[in-house]
């Protein structure tokens, strides 16, 4: 039976600066964004730029730090990328 890849399977890379730091987020499906990596500006946007590209996705930039509100916090889960 063929899943339904529009709604479940997409996934999102977002780079949030938030207080000086960059933040590289990944979002798989409805799911909520998880802290993949939080560095400089220079790493955290070549983190970004990996993560798209193994998942044949677009990165998201955003200043905005709204979106840490229902975030999963890095001592929640283990990083997947150390950095």
């Known amino acids: 039976m063929p899943r339904n890849m529009a709604t479940s399977d997409f996934k999102i890379v977002e780079l949030v600066e938030r207080k000086g730091k960059f933040h590289v987020l990944l979002i798989v499906g409805d799911g909520r964004p998880k802290v993949v990596f939080?560095?400089?500006?220079?790493?955290?946007?070549?983190?970004?730029?990996?993560?798209?590209?193994?998942?044949?996705?677009?990165?998201?930039?955003?200043?905005?730090?709204?979106?840490?509100?229902?975030?999963?916090?890095?001592?929640?889960?283990?990083?997947?990328v150390e950095g």
């Not at 990165?59 to 709204?66: A, E, I, S």
Request: hydrophobic share 30%.
């Open 38 to 80: 939080t560095g400089n500006k220079v790493q955290a946007t070549n983190i970004a730029k990996q993560l798209a590209k193994q998942y044949k996705c677009l990165v998201h930039y955003t200043t905005d730090t709204r979106v840490f509100d229902d975030t999963v916090k890095p001592e929640d889960e283990p990083p997947l």
